[in-house]
């Protein structure tokens, strides 16, 4: 079975400071994607980034990147210089074929 | 481009009722793809729709059904309704119905059963 794991309930950030949020998956496929979606208070889900699992290159958006690592099964969200709208849930999901797979959240809260 | 639209936004029903929820994908794209999410479950898949044809279907009872039309909206339907189906449903679009394309979401409808 294909799982979604995030460990990390809630996390906070000091403004311009640096947060990593971990997921994990467990799979048998070999072709997936990997995506991370924002959803502010406002609930509008938003994508943040993707990455295709043949790539080995970290895939990165702005002050948003991940660290892939495909035999570990772990893609983690690194947010660079953190902004007050940056404050929201973050879903990590995985796709492969018809199916969509996403985890339980991380609620980030950014300090001013 | 317009992003993927739902109505209604918010909905309050009774037990045993049944609703109809409806979403306009983004225009051009042909998949359309539903999910509940609550605070208990987060976000479960209900059914993926591509060309007016249901491609694959989450772990949910009968009473949940969709349909796709030519222009690519979508409905979804649940019959019988129980307090447990008080949830965010969220729909999402995307351009291919293979799973390497990502997908939209609109705002969702928060439905009530009381």
């Known amino acids: 079975a294909q799982t979604v794991t995030q460990s990390q309930p809630e996390m906070s950030v000091q403004e311009a400071e640096t947060v990593t949020l971990s997921c994990t998956y467990d799979?048998?496929?070999?072709?997936?994607?990997l995506f991370w979606y924002k959803q502010p208070p406002s609930r509008q889900m938003i994508l943040v980034i993707r990455?295709?699992?043949?790539?080995?290159q970290n895939a990165t958006e702005n002050r948003f990147s991940v660290n892939f690592q495909k035999a570990a099964k772990s893609f983690s969200l690194k947010i660079s210089d953190s902004q007050l709208g940056d404050a929201a849930m973050y879903f990590c999901a995985y796709r492969t074929g018809n199916q969509f797979y996403f985890g339980t959240g991380t609620s980030l809260t950014v300090i001013p | 481009k317009a992003g993927v639209t739902q109505t209604p936004r918010y909905l309050i029903k009774t037990r045993g009722q049944q609703v109809t929820l409806s979403c306009s994908p983004i225009?051009?794209?042909?998949?359309v793809s539903w999910y509940q999410q609550t605070p208990g479950q987060g976000l479960q898949f209900l059914f993926e729709?591509?060309?007016?044809?249901?491609?694959n279907k989450g772990n949910f009872p009968g009473r949940f059904s969709g349909r796709q039309f030519s222009n690519s909206r979508s409905e979804m339907n649940v019959s019988t309704l129980e307090l447990g189906d008080s949830a965010l449903y969220l729909c999402a679009s995307s351009a291919l119905q293979a799973g390497t394309d990502t997908q939209y979401f609109g705002p969702g409808t928060r439905l009530t059963v009381l």
């Open positions: 729709y591509f060309s007016e044809t249901q491609r």
């Open positions: 799979t048998s496929e070999s072709d997936y994607y």
């Open positions: 225009s051009g794209h042909r998949s």
């Open positions: 990455q295709e699992a043949y790539k080995q």
